[in-house]
Nanobody, 115 residues
Framework: QVQLVESGGGLVQAGGSLRLSCAGS????????MGWYRQAPGKQREFVAA???????NYVDSVKGRFTISRDNAKNTVYLQMNSLKPEDTAVYYC?????????WGQGTQVTVSA
């Protein structure tokens, strides 16, 4: 099994920054893709960013230039640096790892951006 634990969410004013972390443990093997999704109230969960073990990245258009994903393969940890936050970034952010054809999810961390 795989466990993912997120941290770093909170309340921030518009224009501010937050850094999310997600530590993975358990039966994690490579190759894998680690990433972040978010779900705002009343909306479906959406993809935010992902990073493969080799370093390739992908972002949803709405966060390009503001968010940066990175990972530490030795620690099975993925990060999301979020700058220039906007109220529309408010959501529960979920960590995800995709390996062996299976997705695993963290419990989520709340990010709230006030206007």
């Amino acid at each position: 099994q795989v466990q993912l634990v997120e941290s770093g969410g909170g309340l921030v004013q518009a224009g501010g920054s937050l850094r999310l972390s997600c530590a993975g443990s358990g039966s994690i093997f490579r190759p894998n893709v680690m990433g972040w999704y978010r779900q705002a109230p009343g909306k479906q969960r959406e993809f935010v960013a992902a990073m493969a073990g080799g370093g390739s990245t992908n972002y949803v258009d709405s966060v390009k230039g503001r968010f940066t994903i990175s990972r530490d393969n030795a620690k099975n940890t993925v990060y999301l640096q979020m700058n220039s936050l906007k109220p529309e970034d408010t959501a529960v952010y979920y960590c995800n790892i995709f390996l062996g054809g299976v997705s695993f999810w963290g419990q989520g961390t709340q990010v709230t951006v006030s206007a």
